[in-house]
């Protein structure tokens, strides 16, 4: 979870280092540190307790005329929130960042009688003095031996007292980019940080060791062999990376929306028909399986939810739907005629990851809807359907799932289609059903004065409710984790129905309660269970499409959306949705962006 990144070269090792770390913040923002050999060669250390902005204060005029380092921003795991337990970690002749989890680092702690060594409480600073045990003037050797004796998640940067300008890497799940450009070696925990200087980088393979310095860098398998690093090249530049005017990431990100459909549909549309040959996905995987096991974390769990109540009725097979971190060790029903679905923005969330490789295991297809290109899971994965949103900065969610839903309804008018559920006619209709979504997003991003607005009553309340029916029900799933992530506000979603069966009791006057009602065949029912709890008091946000009659006086507020497709109706929601989070997040003074407690890649357990 943490951002990790490592620099030798001609320029300010520092500078180079404190911007790579702005950049990776959304990964972690306890505490930071960087760590650099200085004009005589030896190693110097800086690290603090906050965001990157006080650990540039604090090296403001420490550090200069640097040109090599590694840098770290932290997302505490073992050991609490100080300076000491930031890293960089120093032990002996060894200076270490970790991203990752040691699973087994009591043991070894005890093993190798590290107990009076350890200044922090922290898992890495047991690799640093591993290492500095191993090290005997090989590094290779070294950091091969400490590989063998550590299990758990790790990608790891390291220097040697003795090997001033040299940076070594390795990794086990946890990521590692790394890149020669014009400006020096760079390494980090993912792309953000090199894109200011190269286009073209490559992933760091498990086991394998990359070692840095200021004119190349050189990739090893653990038994020696120089390996020829496989050159990828990214398809956004800096821009898609910065606010660009917006005060928050998640604003700017929630307004890409329809430019990111766009990208992630039309490159897949032929004569008007949902068409994967460019992604090389055979028709098979959809045709011969006989049920679909959808897998995810979080927001992509939520589309997943989205795509079952879409899917099941169409395909009329099980379509089920799991959270990575249970599916994963409760022995799912899962054989070789079933296509597991795999959904993740970042393509590292270590759930989901273990939940791809057990599924492998089982002898099922693997399909994974990924965002960020050349990411583990994209790599392990049988097939992948890249969504094209660019990179996601705010730690919450916004355009991943928007693109995430429309790969989903893509892969479910192909599959409709090719098992005959649907005809050509009724796959193009879908296709442009989905398409009249953009513009109805548009028109809700343009609209969002109503959302500034009708949060000054949700922001002093403790609690909201959420409410749908069918789809609506899933939708409000994804609305509640936004508002909860975001303004701090404990916010739950129900099935509407599902209400009178206990949660009702909490319904008491002014307490929010935001009821999606957009399933024409559901209307008047989710008609009903809003006024019950509008005759408890509820304070009623009420969400409809246009055309949508409802008694004056049902719903505090009333928010319409364009007339669609019952099918498309998330998209034009979900921004709504979006909006009241991040409104309520403003209005309570928080960070939108970075909230507390919270990383973008969740890479442990
Ligand atoms: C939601 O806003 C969160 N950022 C979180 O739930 C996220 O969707 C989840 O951690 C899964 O991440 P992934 O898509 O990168 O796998």
Redesign the pocket.
Known sequence: MCGIIGYSGPLEAKNILLEGLAQLEYRGYDSAGIACFDTRSAVQVVKRTGKVAALKEACASMLRHSHCGIGHTRWATHGGVSDTNAHPHRAGRVTLIHNGIIENYHSLTKRFSLESRLVSQTDSEVAAWLLDAFYTGDPYSAVRQLAECVRGSYGFCIMFDDRPGEIYGIRSVSPLVAAYTRSGALVASDLTALIPYTRKYFVVPENHIVKLTGYKISLYDLDGNAVLPEIMEVNWNMDAAMKNGFPHFMLKEIHEQPEALKNTILPRMTKGLPDFTDDQIPDEIFTECAQIHVV??????HAGMVARALMEPVLRIPVMVSIASEFRYEEPLIDEKTLVII???????ID?LAALRLAKSCGSKTLAIV?VKGST?ARESDYVLYTHAGPEIA????K??SV?LAALYMTSCRMALVRGKFTREQAAAFLAGLLDAIPAMETMIRQKDTERELVTHLIQQNDTFFMGRGLDYAFSLEGA??LK?ISYIHAEAYAAGELKHGTIALIAPEVPVIAIATQEHVFSKMISNVREVKARGAFVILLTKEHARVDEGLADIHIKIPDLDDRFTVFPIAVILQLIAYYASIGKNLDVDQPRN?A???TVE
């Open positions: 995810a974390c979080g927001t992509a769990m959904i993740s923005q970042s393509g590292e969330t989901t965002n899971i730690v919450a969610s916004t991943a799932y995430q984790l936004k992530e919270l973008k890649s969740v």
